[in-house]
């Protein structure tokens, strides 16, 4: 499986994003998904999540209102749409199935985690 992140960029306060991400691989349709974010300094978190058919999603507060996280299964495609964007939200954006998918390395397995894509937003 492979996770592409991309549409980040530099926004200033109160600008919008539109962030995609594109999977490889035939079990992306069937996975809950989430978009995650990671600022400097600070722990990965998940900030929004759909289902695997999209009927169900879920913010976490701080972005209620402002983020919009939908999926496209037929082009194995996500997205965050970003809008009234903070400076708070800057960060590294990574996709991932929730919970993350897991590769097995030497000696176990361990999460996967693509390259993400990085939102900065200035004041």
């Known amino acids: 499986v492979q996770l592409v992140e991309y549409g980040g960029g530099l926004v200033q306060a109160g600008g919008s994003l539109r962030l995609s991400c594109a999977a490889s691989g035939s079990t992306f349709s069937t996975n809950p998904m989430g978009w995650y974010r990671q600022a400097p300094g600070k722990q990965r978190e998940l900030v929004a999540s759909?289902?695997?058919?999209?009927?169900?999603?879920h913010y976490i507060d701080s972005v209620k209102g402002r983020f919009t996280i939908s999926r496209d299964n037929a082009k194995n495609t996500m997205y965050l749409q970003m809008n009234s964007l903070k400076p708070e939200d800057t960060a590294v954006y990574y996709c991932n199935a929730v919970p993350p998918l897991r590769v097995t390395v030497r000696g176990g397995t361990t999460d996967y985690w693509g390259q993400g894509t990085q939102v900065t937003v200035s004041s």
């Open positions: 759909i289902t695997s058919r999209g009927g169900s999603t």
